[in-house]
């Protein structure tokens, strides 16, 4: 990345405006109905599309506080993806258009590129988590390998750089955690398995993606057109993170919130091109090592409240730069029935 791209692309420019309060503030009597209601009820109006977001806010807000139902069980809460022949990825056809769409806030064709060639992959039945990991998830997994001998056996665990000064953000508790690396959440995955007794893992790219635009491989995971008040990226004017499940007009076609938006995620895979395409050097690979090779990173999907909406989109391969721009999470999956998962669904 050159300073003078750097000082003149929209992406990446780290500040971005100062979000208005008056828009994310509820009305008194809001304020008054939404205190009245039990934390279950909070749930529902957190993910109610009904609901205007300054409403949807501030119900998540105060599950933070008094605890969150949908994120405090047992188990992480699951949606269903039956397997099959997919097909993801972008057709070479769709590279300019896309390129040429998001050209305004400084989108480049290589980026793109990487989504390329479109292809099929068999997929085996799954279930991904119906939310990304929360600060206070990711809190339990540092409390206990810190009392445990399971971090001994591990990489150390550093606190999520979006945790100011290493503090645990109780009013955030719903959020979703950001600033991992990407061992840290191989690492959970690991230790929740190991606790539950259950297979978790992390989605594969494929799985992600296909769990994100359905059967119809939709360009956003609410349908074809970019919409910002479906998700948390920049243009929704809210410039942090949210509880959740707050942009319920997001949810994919399979129940699944925040695949668009909030905080970008981790996968299992490392970059690598798509079979009949080039490998893409772009500002994720940008030295070499030493050996001649290129560098590897982790793949992340999503987009982030701190991105414009072109990484929202449900192709979009992406990783995480080192820089404020790039809090990155992660969700979970797994190939095994989760013990709570209806039959039915």
Request: proline share 7%.
């Given at each position: 990345m050159t300073a003078p791209r750097a000082a003149t692309a929209p992406h990446f420019r780290e500040q971005a405006?100062?979000?208005d309060p008056r828009a994310l503030r509820p009305r008194p009597e809001d304020a008054a109905?939404?205190?009245?209601l039990t934390p279950a009820e909070l749930a529902v109006t957190v993910e109610n599309p009904a609901e205007p977001l300054a409403v949807r806010l501030a119900a998540g807000g105060l599950l933070a506080l008094v605890g969150d139902p949908r994120t405090e069980g047992a188990l992480p809460v699951t949606r269903a993806v039956p397997g099959g022949t997919v097909r993801i990825g972008l057709e070479p056809g769709h590279l300019d258009a896309v390129t040429?769409?998001?050209?305004?806030v400084g989108v480049e064709r290589e980026w793109?590129?990487?989504e390329t060639p479109a292809h099929t992959v068999e997929l085996a039945d799954y279930w991904i988590g119906a939310y990304p990991v929360t600060n206070a998830e990711y809190r339990a997994f540092l409390?206990?390998?810190d009392r445990l001998s399971f971090r001994d056996r591990l990489d150390r665990h550093d606190r999520p750089t979006t945790w100011y000064l290493g503090a645990y953000p109780y009013d955030r508790?719903?959020?979703?955690v950001a600033g991992v690396r990407p061992e840290d959440a191989d690492a959970y995955v690991s230790w929740l398995s190991e606790r539950t007794g259950h297979p978790w893992r992390l989605p594969g790219e494929a799985e992600w993606e296909y769990a994100a635009g359905g059967p119809l491989g939709l360009e956003f995971p609410w349908g074809d057109a970019f919409d910002p008040a479906a998700a948390n990226t920049r243009e929704a004017g809210v410039h942090t993170t949210t509880p959740v499940g707050a942009f319920p007009a997001g949810r994919s076609p399979f129940g699944v919130f925040d695949l668009g938006g909030n905080v970008e995620e981790f996968v299992a895979d490392t970059y690598r091109p798509y079979r009949g395409g080039r490998f893409v050097a772009d500002?994720?690979?940008?030295?070499?090592?030493?050996?001649g090779t290129a560098r590897?990173?982790?793949?992340?999907?999503?987009?982030?409240?701190?991105r414009f909406g072109d990484l929202a989109r449900t192709r979009r391969r992406h990783g995480a730069f080192p820089s404020p721009l790039y809090p990155v999470g992660f969700r979970l999956a797994t190939g095994t029935r989760p013990p709570h998962q209806p039959k039915e669904q």
């Open positions: 405006a100062l979000a109905r939404i205190a009245a040429d769409a998001w050209a305004r793109i590129e990487k409390a206990a390998t508790a719903n959020h979703p500002d994720l690979a940008v030295a070499p090592l030493p050996d590897e990173y982790r793949v992340a999907r999503g987009g982030s409240f701190s």
